[in-house]
């Protein structure tokens, strides 16, 4: 699987648990989780943690995408 078909993968499901789980079981390397970190601009410590690599992906991506989904369902209410 290539990094932009996980990204479609992930970026459409509903919760960061869900993504969270989707990415390790299919054990995507810190080298993949780096490579699509500097293509979406994330910013990444250099002897950062694979588990802190995917903490802050799935949060810059996903959890802007679900904050910004209910923000504007309260607002259109």
Not at 3 to 12: A, G, S
Not at 16 to 44: E, H, M, P, Q, W
């Amino acid at each position: 699987m290539t990094n932009d078909e996980m990204y479609k993968r992930v970026i459409v499901m509903t919760s960061i648990k869900t993504a969270k789980s989707f990415i390790t079981t299919y054990d995507i390397s810190k080298r993949d989780l780096g490579k699509l970190c500097k293509k979406f601009n994330i910013f990444v410590e250099s002897k950062a943690t694979k588990d802190e690599m995917l903490d802050r992906f799935l949060g810059e991506t996903l959890g802007k995408k679900l904050r910004n989904k209910v923000i504007n369902k309260h607002n259109t209410r």
